[in-house]
């Protein structure tokens, strides 16, 4: 969609002939190291050239208007700078709403309200964190309107706590850091724990990164998530009564294959390896893209999935069959469920050449064993959160 189709919109919306300031932030792909970001773990993300777009006019008044281009239905949601508590009945706005929430609690000075206009192109329910990408959206924007200097770490720190505290979703900071510190060409290393980083650039000149909704709809907030991330609490104080560790993340596999039967619950013990090997497979698959090894790369990836559906238990017949479909098509590096799991998408990295081939057999495949069918997105890996120029188009 071309800017200037929104801005007429945000036009139309508002009644104003002003030009609004337009933010944009990104959605997120993890390449490898899933569940393992509450884990105290490493992931392996980067931003997509999919995300949220925020057009946005400040008022005179204390009135904050909302319109989701992506819910028109909702219409126009109304709050006052004073009335910030979450309220069910706010809807989608509540991830905004949250942001002004606590950028006020960190002592910044908004004393009067905004219209804004949200547009986005993620996938709703996919998946690639449509919620963090709206919270870091409002961030830049409330920076832009109101002059405000803010560390972007601090920024990411918020929208985790919108989501923990506002939202009320155990959630990880993987997602608000890969949108906020995202970088075109490149996608980084970061431990959750200590919130170290680095970049590392992903050389992929004949290769495709496809992600493929499941279109079956998942909720974040599901119970399942919480549930998992109970269990490997309580694994890691089972081992706690003998090891003096903060978090899974930092055993190596051999020492959890030494000190695994400390764990009493042979679930739990599935769980907490799962987020050991995989965060293991994520310092490794930054030395082999490093080395530009792919292949070595791919088959992390394959593993990966693996483990997610062997012992996290989190994938499910729609990913399992994505997966385990690209495994055995002609040019894919690897493939494996993305996000959270319980539904949503799968990524596969594969040769330009085979993609129209790929993305045919994975749907032919899919439609027979689930009954409809998949959707489709060859993604770039794009910049994190940012205003953007007045004159640059939608992609």
């Known amino acids: 969609m071309e800017l200037t189709t929104l801005v007429n919109k945000f036009h139309d919306i508002f009644h104003t002939s002003a030009t609004p300031r337009v933010f944009f932030a990104p959605g997120r792909i993890n390449l490898i190291g899933e569940h393992t970001d509450y884990n105290g773990g490493h992931v ?43 309220k069910k009945e706010d809807d989608w ?28 192109n993620i996938p709703n329910g996919a998946g690639l964190s449509s919620s963090a990408s709206i919270e870091l959206a409002t961030g830049v924007l409330l920076e832009g309107l ?39 060409d490149h996608a980084m290393l970061l431990d959750c724990d200590t919130l170290q980083f680095e970049y590392a650039p992903i050389i992929l000149e004949n290769h495709d990164i496809i992600i493929i909704n499941t279109n079956k709809r998942r909720e974040l907030a599901a119970s399942k998530y919480n549930e998992r991330r109970s269990e490997c609490e309580q694994a890691l104080a089972d081992l706690q009564n003998e090891l003096s560790i903060r978090s899974l993340g930092e055993l190596t596999p051999d020492q959890f294959e030494q000190h695994k039967t400390l764990i009493n619950d042979p679930i739990h013990q599935r769980r907490a390896k799962h987020a050991v090997y995989e965060n293991a497979r994520t310092l490794e698959a930054l030395q082999k893209l490093k080395a530009g090894e792919l292949e070595a790369f791919g088959e992390l990836v394959n593993q990966s999935h693996i483990s997610l559906r062997d012992d996290y238990e989190v994938t499910g017949v729609e990913l399992d069959t994505i997966a385990e479909t690209a495994w055995q098509q002609k040019g894919v590096l690897g493939s494996r469920m993305t996000g959270a799991g319980f539904g949503g998408c799968a990524i596969a990295i594969v040769e330009k050449s085979e993609t129209e081939t790929f993305k ?25 959160a940012k205003e953007l120029n007045i004159e640059e188009d939608f992609t």
Request: zero cysteines; glycine letters at 10%; a negative charge.
């Open 44 to 86: 392996f993300p980067a931003a997509i050239s999919f995300g949220t777009y925020a057009l946005a006019l400040p008022r005179h008044d204390k009135k904050l208007r909302f319109y989701s281009d992506n819910f028109p239905d909702k219409g126009i949601i109304e709050v006052s700078l004073d009335e910030l508590d979450y």
């Open 93 to 120: 706005t509540n991830y905004p709403k949250g942001m002004v929430y606590y950028f006020l609690k960190e002592g910044f000075a908004i004393e009067h309200g905004f219209d804004v206009l949200f547009s986005g």
């Open 146 to 184: 109101y002059s405000i200097n803010l560390d972007r770490v601090r920024m990411i720190q918020i929208g985790q706590m919108v989501e923990n505290h506002y939202i009320g979703v155990n959630s990880g900071i993987m997602d608000q850091f890969a949108i906020g510190m995202g970088k075109t």
């Open 360 to 384: 045919h057999n994975i749907l032919e495949d899919y439609k027979t064993k689930i009954g409809y069918e998949p959707t489709f997105y060859v993604a770039a890996i794009g910049d994190g």
